[in-house]
């Protein structure tokens, strides 16, 4: 009876304890009804996370992220992650072991992030009942609101101290965290909390929770403080100053350093148009329409590069103010700056009338455009319209895209008139053939389908690269929630409308130099004087060449620290460095050795007939050192020529009667000096723009080689892609830069053969050596800069070495071309070579060739990498 009692007693009080303690069994073992991602089953997850910040060789510091999360096959999500990335099963599943979702940061797991770049989905792997994920992102902080890069939030405000918050997602809140480590580089830092358990190298931190969060508590609603991980670094001043770029005063400056450049290259060349102006003499129709244009251009290029840059200071200067615009300002204050710098380009042109009403048709149809988005259709209030309807969004969109297509298309039209105005006026293209004598016009009926083309090229390739951003931005949103559609349709529409301005500064802020050295090459063309020896001899001619020489050939100076502030400085590097290299190795050159006899400098004995007569003697001189060559390997007959003879008529060779007087003795050319060096010297034309024309036309074979690497190096190469397929001008920026830097090399090469006469060296490798100095010392300079602002530049040894490759082969052609009126005698060009350059087969200038391409490829290899910051879709303006 005692023991049934007993019994009895002990099944009542566990049944009671079985009671009590129900309520709180459920609640640690079930998830509860808001728990879509099933918490409890991955408490048996282990996640590693690391986070690092590459400051150094870059303008902007580089986050790199890695996350690993180790899932037990149990989790009911585990399977859905072995689905299609597009699936609606892996995007909830990835959610809850990526995305933190924090009311204090303000911060949803289904915003999209703009700021984080992957190469790829992450690695989903499975082994034995374990399935394991590893999550790559990286990003840039280049700007000083956050930056998210996977499970981290850099912030970098103007205080200098920068702070790298791990965000976790609530679903690892209860996991096992192997290790947390965190890199923020030199010089470490600052502050860490909680305290980190250990350390490796020389800046690393590193945690090792273990189990936190809800298997300690069940209920807690905050983050464990052990996976509360905040470390706050101060950075380098550099790396500190570029995260500053997207602040008024960083921006003014940016802005101050464009119109500087463009305003000392535009009061160069009104100062170059001014002393042309003062020439005696009356100019021609075409001298004066020409020189009109370069003064007319300069003093227009000034409002232009302000249109095109100035649209950034005026919305930061706005949202700092607390005046956001909304859409209908915005596309006034987009579409106002464009049509603005049509109206300049066109009125500089002065078309004929058909290509006015095109114009005025083109622009018709955008005004129609934006009346309709005022009046008819309403277009989103703010980049996101989540929580909103909005049914004619689908045709404000087509609206929006029609209207900034053909304000493009206008744009682009104007772009063309301007440059077939440079070209016509300064005779720079062939006269028509319908109409011999007249200047060729620009038909409407090819050029309209043309800038279509263009313009649809540029349209399809911003459709790919926003739907590619957005796809990266958005890639965890739910595609089947309705608002994702909205979304997206009103990103696509707020991009449309700004991509008209970024058009705009791509075409004039990073390419109008195109136009403006047409304008002085125009110049160059009509005001050319036929008796000068070079154009420095002309005070006028040297300082457009001078002028000329940065604008076209010198390095696209990066904007060390994200800003534009110090590029003009190198206006007047490149300008004395092409003056000093020419007036203190003039001496040097072979037409300023002198005359035996009289003691002028033979560059007094130029012009057609002296270069005739000299080409006459090179030939004879070839052909008796051949004889003397032969008769030492005695390869005569049985009556060889006397090496006296022979050695006679050298001397004779060296007797010049162009500009001796009647009566008198014959000049004599300096014995250091040789005929052949002294046709060479004279190029192979008669006067300094001819050989301009020669050396730009032989520099595009080598320079269309140089221009592929240049290009891939920039674009292509390593990260490069990465911004070119995310760049919404990617592709078209790829073309732009390719005939840029062919534009380039042609424009190295007119400058070789302008100053052909006055360069020293005796064969056109030697003469190849000053310009490409020229070339070369501010771009080192520029590199120095860089290393003292710890910014990459391994891109300029190769942008050094390819000037050089390419400023030789233009001059070893420019010599060859020289004795063209032999080249029906020889087999090959090879063979005219040798003769010319009195070799056999290889000589140190062959090597040396040779020793250019071998170290063009060895940089190429080894040291070429782009500096690059894809520039993705505007970071979307806050609603609220």
Same mark, same amino acid.
């Given at each position: 009876?005692?023991?049934?009692?007993?019994?009895?007693?002990?099944?009542?009080?566990?049944?009671?304890? =079985?009671?009590?303690?129900?309520?709180?069994?459920?609640?640690?073992?079930?998830?509860?009804?808001?728990?879509?991602?099933?918490?409890?089953?991955?408490?048996?997850?282990?996640?590693?996370?690391?986070?690092?910040?590459?400051?150094?060789?870059?303008?902007?510091?580089?986050?790199?992220?890695?996350?690993?999360?180790?899932?037990?096959?149990?989790?009911?999500?585990?399977?859905?992650?072995?689905?299609?990335?597009?699936?609606? &099963?892996?995007?909830?599943?990835?959610?809850?072991?990526?995305?933190?979702?924090?009311?204090?940061?303000?911060?949803?797991?289904?915003?999209?992030?703009?700021? +984080?770049?992957?190469?790829?989905?992450?690695?989903?792997?499975?082994?034995?009942?374990?399935?394991?994920?590893?999550?790559?992102?990286?990003?840039?902080?280049?700007?000083?609101? =956050?930056?998210?890069?996977?499970?981290?939030?850099?912030? *970098?405000?103007?205080?200098?101290?920068?702070?790298?918050?791990?965000?976790? &997602?609530?679903?690892?809140?209860?996991?096992?965290?192997?290790?947390?480590?965190?890199?923020?580089?030199? &010089?470490?830092?600052?502050?860490?909390?909680?305290?980190?358990?250990?350390?490796?190298?020389?800046?690393?931190?590193?945690?090792?929770?273990?189990?936190?969060?809800?298997?300690?508590?069940?209920?807690?609603?905050?983050?464990?403080?052990?996976?509360?991980? %905040?470390?706050?670094?101060? @950075?380098?001043?550099?790396? /500190?100053?570029?995260?500053?770029?997207?602040?008024?005063?960083?921006?003014?400056?940016?802005?101050?350093?464009?119109?500087? !450049?463009?305003?000392?290259?535009?009061?160069?060349?009104?100062?170059?148009?001014?002393?042309?102006?003062?020439?005696?003499?009356?100019?021609?129709?075409?001298?004066?329409?020409?020189?009109?244009?370069?003064?007319?251009?300069?003093?227009?290029?000034?409002?232009? =590069?302000?249109?095109?840059?100035?649209?950034?200071?005026?919305?930061?200067?706005?949202?700092?103010?607390?005046?956001?615009?909304?859409?209908?300002?915005?596309?006034?204050?987009?579409?106002?700056?464009?049509?603005?710098?049509?109206?300049?380009?066109?009125?500089?042109?002065? @078309?004929?009338?058909?290509?006015?009403?095109?114009?005025?048709?083109?622009?018709?149809?955008?005004?129609?455009?934006?009346?309709?988005?005022?009046?008819?259709?309403?277009?989103? *209030?703010?980049?996101?319209?989540?929580?909103?309807?909005?049914?004619? #969004?689908?045709?404000?969109?087509?609206?929006?895209?029609?209207?900034?297509?053909?304000?493009?298309?206008?744009?682009?039209?104007?772009?063309?008139?301007?440059?077939?105005?440079?070209?016509?006026?300064?005779?720079?293209?062939?006269? /028509?053939?319908?109409?011999?004598?007249?200047?060729?016009?620009?038909?409407?009926?090819?050029?309209? @389908?043309?800038?279509?083309?263009?313009?649809?090229?540029?349209?399809?390739?911003?459709?790919?690269?926003?739907?590619?951003?957005?796809?990266?931005?958005?890639?965890?949103?739910?595609?089947?929630?309705?608002?994702?559609?909205?979304?997206?349709?009103?990103?696509?529409?707020?991009?449309?409308?700004?991509?008209?301005?970024?058009?705009?500064? !791509?075409?004039?802020?990073?390419?109008?130099?195109?136009?403006?050295?047409?304008?002085?090459?125009?110049?160059?063309?009509?005001?050319?004087?036929?008796?000068?020896?070079?154009?420095?001899?002309?005070?006028?001619?040297?300082?457009?060449?001078?002028?000329?020489?940065?604008? %076209?050939?010198?390095?696209?100076?990066?904007?060390?620290?994200?800003?534009?502030?110090?590029?003009?400085?190198?206006?007047?590097? =490149?300008?004395?460095?092409?003056?000093?290299?020419?007036?203190?190795?003039?001496?040097?050159?072979?037409?300023?050795?002198?005359?035996?006899?009289?003691?002028?400098?033979?560059?007094?004995?130029?012009? &057609?007939?002296?270069?005739?007569?000299?080409?006459?003697?090179?030939?004879?001189?070839?052909?008796?050192?051949?004889?003397?060559?032969? #008769?030492?390997?005695?390869?005569?007959?049985?009556?060889?020529?006397?090496?006296?003879?022979?050695?006679?008529?050298?001397?004779?060779?060296?007797? !010049?009667?162009?500009?001796?007087?009647?009566?008198?003795?014959?000049?004599?050319?300096?014995?250091?000096?040789?005929?052949?060096?002294?046709?060479?010297?004279?190029?192979?034309?008669?006067?300094?723009?001819?050989?301009?024309?020669?050396?730009?036309?032989?520099?595009? #074979?080598?320079? #269309?080689?140089?221009?592929?690497?240049? %290009?891939?190096?920039?674009?292509?190469?390593?990260?490069?892609?990465?911004?070119?397929?995310?760049?919404?001008?990617?592709?078209?920026?790829?073309?732009?830069?390719?005939?840029?830097?062919?534009?380039?090399?042609?424009?190295?090469?007119?400058?070789?053969?302008?100053?052909?006469?006055?360069?020293?060296?005796?064969?056109?490798?030697?003469?190849?050596?000053?310009?490409?100095?020229?070339?070369?010392? @501010?771009?080192?300079?520029?590199?120095?800069?860089? !290393?003292?602002?710890? +910014?990459?530049? %391994?891109?300029?040894?190769?942008?050094?070495?390819?000037?050089?490759?390419?400023?030789?082969?233009?001059?070893?052609?420019?010599?060859?071309?020289?004795?063209?009126?032999?080249?029906?005698?020889?087999?090959?060009?090879?063979?005219?070579?040798?003769?010319?350059?009195?070799?056999?087969?290889?000589?140190?200038?062959?090597?040396?060739?040779?020793?250019?391409?071998?170290?063009?490829?060895?940089?190429?290899?080894?040291?070429?990498?782009?500096?690059?910051?894809?520039?993705?879709?505007?970071?979307?303006?806050?609603?609220?």
């Amino acid at each position: 009876m005692k023991s049934r009692v007993v019994a009895w007693v002990a099944s009542a009080t566990m049944c009671l304890l =079985y009671v009590l303690a129900a309520p709180t069994v459920a609640q640690a073992a079930e998830p509860s009804a808001n728990d879509e991602c099933h918490s409890t089953g991955l408490v048996k997850a282990e996640v590693s996370t690391s986070v690092r910040l590459e400051h150094d060789n870059r303008t902007y510091t580089k986050v790199v992220s890695e996350l690993t999360v180790d899932i037990p096959a149990t989790w009911l999500l585990a399977r859905d992650l072995l689905l299609s990335e597009d699936s609606r &099963p892996y995007i909830s599943a990835m959610v809850c072991l990526s995305r933190s979702e924090s009311q204090e940061l303000g911060y949803e797991a289904d915003d999209e992030r703009w700021s +984080e770049w992957r190469t790829g989905h992450p690695v989903v792997t499975t082994k034995g009942s374990r399935v394991k994920v590893v999550y790559k992102a990286y990003g840039w902080v280049d700007h000083s609101s =956050y930056t998210d890069v996977g499970m981290w939030r850099i912030q *970098a405000p103007t205080t200098g101290e920068w702070s790298l918050q791990l965000m976790v &997602p609530n679903a690892l809140w209860g996991a096992w965290w192997n290790e947390i480590t965190v890199d923020p580089g030199p &010089p470490g830092a600052q502050r860490a909390e909680p305290e980190p358990r250990t350390g490796d190298g020389a800046t690393t931190l590193v945690w090792r929770p273990g189990w936190v969060g809800k298997t300690k508590n069940p209920t807690a609603t905050q983050i464990p403080e052990e996976l509360a991980v %905040t470390v706050t670094t101060r @950075p380098s001043w550099q790396r /500190s100053w570029a995260a500053r770029g997207d602040h008024l005063a960083a921006m003014h400056l940016d802005l101050l350093g464009s119109m500087l !450049w463009v305003g000392t290259m535009s009061a160069l060349l009104v100062t170059a148009a001014r002393r042309y102006r003062d020439r005696s003499g009356a100019p021609t129709d075409v001298q004066r329409r020409s020189l009109g244009n370069l003064r007319r251009w300069a003093l227009l290029a000034v409002p232009l =590069y302000l249109l095109a840059h100035v649209e950034g200071v005026i919305e930061q200067y706005l949202q700092r103010s607390g005046a956001w615009l909304n859409f209908d300002q915005q596309l006034v204050l987009e579409h106002g700056l464009v049509l603005g710098s049509v109206v300049i380009l066109l009125d500089f042109a002065r @078309p004929q009338r058909r290509i006015r009403w095109a114009a005025v048709a083109l622009s018709l149809v955008t005004l129609t455009a934006v009346v309709l988005l005022w009046k008819v259709v309403e277009p989103p *209030a703010s980049y996101s319209v989540s929580g909103k309807e909005y049914g004619a #969004l689908e045709i404000g969109l087509a609206v929006q895209v029609t209207g900034s297509f053909f304000l493009v298309t206008l744009f682009l039209f104007a772009v063309i008139a301007a440059a077939w105005r440079l070209a016509t006026d300064g005779q720079l293209l062939p006269q /028509s053939r319908r109409y011999p004598g007249r200047d060729r016009e620009l038909r409407l009926r090819m050029v309209l @389908p043309a800038v279509l083309a263009a313009t649809a090229s540029v349209a399809a390739w911003f459709a790919m690269a926003e739907e590619r951003n957005w796809q990266r931005a958005s890639w965890l949103n739910n595609p089947v929630d309705p608002e994702y559609g909205a979304d997206h349709r009103s990103d696509f529409f707020w991009e449309a409308m700004w991509s008209v301005s970024r058009v705009d500064s !791509w075409i004039i802020g990073s390419h109008g130099w195109l136009l403006t050295g047409l304008a002085a090459a125009a110049v160059f063309r009509t005001w050319r004087d036929s008796a000068s020896l070079s154009p420095l001899e002309d005070p006028a001619a040297r300082l457009l060449l001078l002028a000329f020489f940065p604008l %076209t050939i010198g390095l696209d100076v990066q904007n060390h620290l994200g800003s534009a502030l110090l590029e003009f400085l190198w206006i007047p590097l =490149y300008m004395l460095a092409l003056y000093g290299v020419t007036a203190l190795l003039t001496h040097r050159s072979v037409l300023a050795h002198p005359f035996e006899v009289s003691g002028r400098p033979l560059a007094t004995a130029v012009g &057609p007939g002296a270069r005739a007569k000299l080409l006459a003697k090179a030939r004879s001189y070839r052909e008796i050192h051949a004889e003397l060559r032969r #008769l030492d390997q005695g390869l005569f007959g049985d009556v060889p020529p006397e090496r006296a003879t022979l050695e006679g008529r050298l001397e004779d060779l060296h007797d !010049w009667t162009v500009i001796s007087v009647p009566g008198a003795a014959p000049e004599r050319l300096p014995s250091t000096v040789s005929v052949v060096d002294a046709a060479l010297a004279l190029g192979p034309r008669d006067d300094w723009w001819g050989n301009g024309v020669r050396g730009a036309r032989f520099a595009l #074979l080598p320079g #269309l080689v140089a221009a592929v690497l240049n %290009t891939w190096a920039d674009w292509i190469r390593g990260e490069g892609w990465q911004n070119t397929l995310a760049n919404q001008l990617g592709l078209p920026g790829v073309t732009a830069t390719f005939v840029s830097w062919m534009a380039t090399f042609a424009a190295a090469g007119f400058v070789l053969g302008a100053l052909w006469r006055v360069l020293p060296g005796r064969r056109g490798a030697g003469k190849a050596i000053p310009v490409a100095g020229a070339f070369a010392v @501010p771009a080192a300079l520029d590199g120095l800069v860089g !290393w003292f602002t710890r +910014e990459g530049a %391994t891109n300029l040894a190769l942008q050094i070495s390819t000037m050089l490759f390419v400023l030789t082969v233009t001059a070893i052609a420019l010599d060859l071309n020289t004795f063209r009126s032999e080249r029906r005698y020889w087999q090959s060009r090879l063979g005219l070579l040798l003769s010319i350059y009195q070799m056999r087969y290889y000589s140190l200038q062959v090597a040396y060739l040779i020793g250019q391409v071998i170290a063009i490829i060895t940089i190429w290899q080894f040291f070429a990498e782009p500096d690059v910051v894809p520039s993705p879709s505007e970071e979307p303006p806050d609603p609220d």
